[in-house]
């Protein structure tokens, strides 16, 4: 079984910084895509930003995070990071962590959400 924990939520005033952690743990062959997805009560959860390191590093974001979001990646501790600066009261949110993940002995990746952590930012 593979289990992804986040950290380094909480409560910002706009305009700050916080940096979340998301690392993957258990059976684990190979990571593809990491992700980070948010949700706020009574919305669909929405991709903030992905990124692969297989063949080179891609990153993709949502339009209104660029600038001033930075995903970033540890394949060596299996941990991916969400720098957000000037952040903004509309980037409240449950913040999730998502991989494509294959564990030893399979050969197919399966898709693995974290718990969220939450993310408020003061106007």
């Known amino acids: 079984q593979v289990q992804l924990v986040e950290s380094g939520g909480g409560l910002v005033q706009a305009g700050g910084s916080l940096r979340l952690s998301c690392a993957a743990s258990g059976n684990i062959s190979s990571i593809n895509v990491m992700g980070w997805y948010r949700q706020t009560p009574g919305k669909q959860r929405e991709l903030v930003a992905l990124?692969?390191?297989?063949?080179?590093?891609?990153?993709n974001y949502a339009d209104s995070v660029k600038g001033r979001f930075t995903i970033s990646r540890d394949n060596a501790k299996n941990t991916v990071y969400l720098q957000m600066n000037s952040l903004k009261p509309e980037d409240t949110a449950v913040y999730y962590c998502?991989?494509?993940?294959?564990?030893?002995?399979?050969?197919?990746?399966?898709?693995?959400w974290g718990q969220g952590t939450q993310v408020t930012v003061s106007s």
């Open positions: 990124i692969t390191t297989s063949g080179g590093t891609n990153t």
């Open positions: 998502n991989a494509e993940v294959r564990e030893l002995g399979d050969y197919v990746y399966h898709n693995y």
